[in-house]
Every structure is written in structure tokens, then in C-alpha cells.
């Protein structure tokens, strides 16, 4: 690979340090200072706070309800991501192939992801509320079979499909630029080899889509673990019994609503700690398998 | 350049000077939320119509928990407010921390004369230190009560509402053979079914009479009366006496019981006027929340929220709370409350006045007050002055996660409560150890 040297210049610096700034402020700041609180107990009116090393984690660690949390997140984070990039590439393959109507449906389709998550979830509880959504009408057939409040695998459904249903537009804009900037001659040559639309997907498409559909795991995989707070928050509330106490509600609801900032900083940096270990993960193994023109 | 800023900062210097001179104004952040949100916007507006001196800035947080938090936040950057709306379990921090204004240090300081002693005892020990000093200002106040459908209780032959679980649990089965298919809207609660509970019963929720008496607090509601009551509920869902009614479950209790699906339901009296408003189709009432049979019944005490004057503010700011406190406290705004809400009065003087006009023999108005007669059936007892425990939040939570597991069958009644109890007591554990060496003033 070639590699570029630039010499160190004052403007360049200059140029940069607004920038450098802004994330040395917002980001790097307050995970600091979230690092500093997961080592301690912190008063939440201020007033100072008590070092207590591995304590918090050590807490967090050995708490079983932890764990199942965490084990849900990492099931909400599979499946949003696998439901909404296969989602999402179906639908960008029918855009791109031009079927009838695909001008009103792209831009159609593009909307949720403006929607924002705890408006997801509102709107999602019209479909799921057992008593008056559309899912109601299973019960009129079999009464109190759907039951977001006593079954706990319909509760991780259902946020699973209203999550997936966020994420699909995101990945379906990337997913239709990809397709688009596949040459045509490419395609044409495929074709008059005598390549079927089938063919030409398996053989020609999802190859060359290889770069986006990495970055697009990665992104989703991430997005899912920071994101689905507000879905969960509407829609189950973490219940029924913690079945859906994803592990940054957890944080939302140990932090915020109870003012354990010390808990909560901890459960944070484990967080963090996961989705890297996650990234790196899919770098080191599937970025292997990625080719890029 | 330096004499056009110098120009400009002096003319914001006197613009901010005339400004003061008109009116100091003081900002007020609440909690509550709807209709009852408009009522506080409405106090304010009320509180700068009546006078020229002060003028309140009122904010709604949207709920008062974030009340709570957006306070904690502003208060870091040192933009806190002067007043804050909070609800009990949002408070023991803020007690701990000492970043308040005890409100009677803060009348005796102004020179506004309150007489103390008229607030009834069940709202003044649950808002005021060892030594009877208020913390905060009571102002929205209520306590929990059954609503009841009085066709369906005469349908069944029930003439009058019972005081009793015992009595109740007949209610409801005779409902059932009534033809009634939802007897109790039940949604688990444990504002109700635990701490109200435990209050009536005079058993504790926890050690160190209810948190009053130190940190070193242990919970003890696997031990007491409280165990009994949920394996009965349980046993009432199990027997169709009573239904699950809650958001997640499709509706809510309230819902059930306005729409005529249900017969009984529990809640606040708070929610009295709003049952109103829906104009249900038929007739109902409320009734104090049951005993146990055999059980010599105590005070309920106050829920709902009170105002807390914030310290770091300037003498000013202070003066202009003071006066705004004065305002509600008055029997017009107590008045003003009721009539837009479903609160209760919080001083003797203002209910003995309200019933002297008659103002709870009127519709919407009658039996209203039956709130009072729960509150004030005692005296408060070391166990029945309220509950002052770290963590309250998520110990609520732990309760009903656990409690909730039980009625899906997933655990026993006891087992989960004994799960509560004991990840409650870390949480204890914690708060006690983040304020080491502090109490309770």
C-alpha cells in the first residue's frame, strides 16, 4: 500500500483544532469524566463522592440479572441487524431493478429513519398492544395467547421488529447507492451472458455490495446497542419481569430515573467496552472476506 | 470598538436594571404533566396577576421525574431553579445533599408567618425533619382509595362498600355471581399495594422505622402482612375475582373500570376528578383503602408531591418563592386546586371551611373527602410518618419486576418477594456507603 507523509504545519493544526475541540468537549470529555465516576460513588446533588475501585463494576459483574440484560441486548442487536439489512436489500433490490412505483417508494422508504425512536415505539404499540392494537385480533380468535405483559419472548419481539423497522432506512439508502453505482455495463455483459436477475444478484450484486454491506453490519450492530432506548422505553418498559432490559435502558434507568450516576457510569464503560470488542471482532474476521474495488 | 462594547454592556446593565426594578422573577420547574400541568401554569399566572413585585417563570418538565433529573443537571451547571416540584421517592437524595431551603427557616427568615401546626399530621411528619421543621411545601397532596360502580354493587347485593379485604374479596365474588366478568382491575402498585399498605396495617416496609432513623436500613416486607396480601391477590387473579389491567396488558385499570368493564379499581384520589371528566355511564364512589380483619387500621399517608426551594439563589429570588409558597398555601388556591383537580386540602383550617360551605356535598365534589378520613384515622405512628429510603426508585422497581414474574407464574409469591427484598437491600447498602456518615436531618 502507498502511504502519504504530510510535514506538521501550524495551519493545519489551526485548521484542525475547532474541530478537535468540539470532540475533545462532547466526547471525550464526558467519557472521562464517566470513567472517573465508574470508580467511585458519586452524590448525585454534587457535594463530592467516595472511591471505591472495581467496587461498581464488581456489583454490576456479579449480578445475574446483568447478564441476562446483557445476553438480550446481544440477541436485540442480531436480530434488528439481521432482519433490517435483509429487509433493507430486498427493498433496494426491487428499486433498483425499477419495478412499478419505485420513484414514490424510495422516497418513501427513506422517512422512518427520520422518525425518532420513542415515536417508533408509540406508534408500534398500535400494532402490539394486545387489547387494542392490530395484534388484538389474535386474541379475539385466541384469547390472551399475545400477551406483551406476561410473555416475555413476545415483549423482545416486538422490540425486535419495531428496532429493525428504524434501522431498515438507513441501511436501504446505502444499500440503493451501492446497487446504483454497480456499472451497467457490468450488469448488460452478465445479462447477455445469459445470467438471470437470480443469477446476476448471487453471482455479480452481493459480491461487489461486499464493502457496504461490512460497513453496514457494523453500523447496525452499534446502532442497536446505543439506540434502542427509546423503543424499549414506549413500548415494554423493560418489563414484562426485565425481559426486555436491554442494557442501555438499564443505564437509563439506574442512572437517570434513580440517581445512581456511580452504577450507571460503570454499566456505561462496560457498554463501550462490548461494542469495541464487537468492531473488532467483525474488522479482524469478516472484514477478511471483503473485497474493494 | 472598546467604547461601542463599553456602550453596549452599559445598556444591557441598565436594561437588566430596569427589569429588576419592575419585577424580580424567580423560576419554578413542576413535574405534573395534562391537565393537571395547565392547573400549576395557571397557579403561576395567577400568583403575577395578584401582585407586582415578583414574577414566577414556570417550567414543565414533563413528568416528575425529570423534574427531578433535569433539576440535578441544571443544578451541576449551577442553572438550577428556585423551586422544584418533587415527588416523595425523588427526594432523599436531595435531603442527604442539604442543597435545599428548609421551608419554615426559609418563612422565619422572609418574616411570612405560617402556622404549622394546621397541616394535618399525615402530610406535615412525611415533608419535615425529626425536629418538625418542613423540608418542603406540601401542595399537591393525596392518598390512595378504591373506586367502586354502584350498579354493579347493587346488581350483586352489596349495599355497602367494605373496609375490609375479607369483606371485599366477598364483594367481588359476588360480583362474579352476579354475571360480572372483571371484578377488580388489578395493575400492581407498590406506592399501593406495599407502602400504603404496610402504612394502614402498621407493619414496616423496612428497619429504622421505615428508613426514618438512620442509612443502616434493611427492607423487612418479606416478613410482614404484605407477603399474605399478594399471595391473596394472586390467588384473586387465579380465581377470576380479579384481572390484570394494566398499559402492557392492553388497558389500563382506569380504563377498564370508566368503560363499565370492571367493577372495582385502586388508585389515588388524585384520579377522582378524572373519572369525572370521562362521565362514566354509571353511578360510582370511592371508598378508603381495606384492612385485614383483626388488624387495628392506621393513618394512610400523603403522596402525590411538594415544593422544594433549592439553595444557591439570591435573597431576591428567595423572597419572591416565599411569597409564591404563601400563595398556594392560602385557602382560594387550596380551593383552586381541588376544583381543577382531584387533590385534597392540606391544612385543617381550609378542609373545616370547605366543609363548613358545603363544598363536599356538591357533585363532583361528594365523598371526596373520604381521602381525608384515611389519612387522618390516627395519629402517624413511627411507622405510619412515611417511608425515607435511598434507592426508592429502583427498589419500586425491583418490587414489581419481581411481583410481576410471580403472577406470570415464574417464581412463588414469597420467593419474589424475598429477591426484592434482598436486591432492595443493595441498593440500600450502596446509598448508605455514597453518604457515609450522613442521616437523616
Known sequence: MRRAYFKFSWIAAALLAPQLLIVFVFFYWPSAQALYWAFTLEQPWGGGNTWVGFDNFRQVLSDPYYWSSVRVSVIYALATTVLAMSMALILAMFVDRQLAGYKAYRVAIIWPYAVAAPAVGLAFQFVFNPGAGLFSYINTIAPGWWDLSKYPWQAVTAIVIAGAWKQVAYSFIFFLAALQSIPRSLTEAAAMDGARPLRRMMDLQLPLLTPTFFFLLVINITDSFTDSFGIVDTLTGGGPFRATDLMVYKIYADGFRGFDYSGAAAQSIILMLLVMALTFVQFRYIERRVHYT | ?441
Not at chain 2, 96 to 124: C, R
Not at chain 2, 141 to 157: L, M, Q, R
Not at chain 2, 174 to 185: E, I, T
Not at chain 2, 272 to 288: G, M
Request: contains cysteine; aromatic residues 12%.
Open chain 2, 1 to 441: 470598538m472598546t467604547f461601542k462594547l463599553s456602550i453596549t454592556a452599559f445598556a444591557l446593565m441598565a436594561a437588566a436594571t430596569a427589569a429588576h426594578a419592575e419585577k424580580t422573577k424567580f423560576e419554578y420547574w413542576y413535574g405534573l404533566t395534562g391537565d393537571l400541568g395547565a392547573v400549576v401554569a395557571e397557579t403561576c399566572s395567577r400568583f403575577n396577576a395578584s401582585q407586582a413585585d415578583y414574577e414566577a417563570v414556570c417550567v414543565g418538565q414533563d413528568g416528575y421525574d425529570k423534574a427531578v433529573q433535569n433539576t440535578i443537571a441544571a443544578f451541576r451547571a449551577g442553572k438550577h431553579p428556585s423551586l422544584l416540584q418533587s415527588f416523595d421517592a425523588g427526594t432523599a437524595d436531595l435531603m442527604l445533599s442539604g442543597e435545599f431551603y428548609p421551608v419554615t427557616k426559609l418563612m422565619a427568615d422572609i418574616g411570612v408567618t405560617v402556622d404549622w401546626a394546621d397541616y394535618f399530621p399525615g402530610i406535615a411528619n412525611y415533608y419535615s425533619s425529626k425536629s418538625g421543621e418542613f423540608f418542603s411545601m406540601p401542595w399537591n397532596s393525596s392518598t390512595p382509595v378504591y373506586y367502586f360502580n354502584k350498579d354493579h354493587f347493587a346488581k350483586a347485593g352489596i349495599t355497602e362498600a367494605p373496609i375490609t379485604w375479607e369483606g371485599l374479596e366477598q364483594a367481588l365474588v359476588a360480583l362474579k355471581d352476579s354475571g360480572q366478568a372483571c371484578g377488580l382491575a388489578y395493575a400492581p402498585s407498590s406506592w399501593i399495594d406495599l407502602e400504603q399498605f404496610s402504612m394502614v396495617h402498621n407493619v414496616p416496609v423496612a428497619s429504622n422505622n421505615n428508613g426514618y432513623d438512620g442509612l443502616d436500613t434493611e427492607l423487612l416486607f418479606n416478613t410482614t402482612l404484605h407477603v399474605k396480601h399478594m399471595e391473596n391477590m394472586q390467588r384473586w387473579l387465579a380465581d377470576g375475582v380479579a384481572m390484570m389491567r394494566t398499559q402492557a396488558a392492553g388497558k389500563t385499570a382506569r380504563d377498564s373500570f370508566v368503560e363499565g368493564e370492571c367493577s372495582v379499581f385502586f388508585s389515588s384520589i388524585a384520579d377522582h376528578n378524572t373519572v369525572h371528566t370521562l362521565t362514566p355511564t354509571f353511578a360510582w364512589d370511592v371508598q378508603i383503602i381495606p384492612t385485614y380483619e383483626g388488624v387495628e387500621r392506621t393513618n394512610s399517608v400523603v403522596g402525590g408531591a411538594s415544593l422544594w426551594v433549592l439553595s444557591g439563589k439570591t435573597e431576591a429570588e428567595y423572597k419572591g418563592a416565599a411569597a409564591y409558597l404563601a400563595f398556594l398555601a392560602t385557602k382560594e388556591e387550596q380551593q383552586f386546586l381541588l376544583e381543577n383537580s382531584g387533590y385534597i386540602p392540606v391544612t385543617k383550617s381550609t378542609y373545616d371551611a370547605l366543609l363548613a360551605e358545603g363544598f363536599y356535598a356538591k357533585e363532583p365534589y361528594i365523598n371526596r373527602d373520604i381521602a381525608m378520613k384515611s389519612l387522618t384515622w390516627t395519629e402517624p405512628t413511627d411507622l405510619t410518618r412515611g417511608i425515607r429510603l435511598g434507592g426508592m426508585i429502583q427498589i419500586r422497581a425491583e418490587w414489581l419486576a419481581e411481583v410481576e414474574a410471580a403472577f406470570a407464574g415464574q417464581k412463588t409469591m414469597k420467593e419474589a418477594l424475598d429477591t426484592a427484598v434482598s436486591r432492595g437491600n443493595e441498593q440500600l447498602a450502596r446509598f448508605a456507603k455514597t453518604y457515609a456518615g450522613k442521616s437523616f436531618p
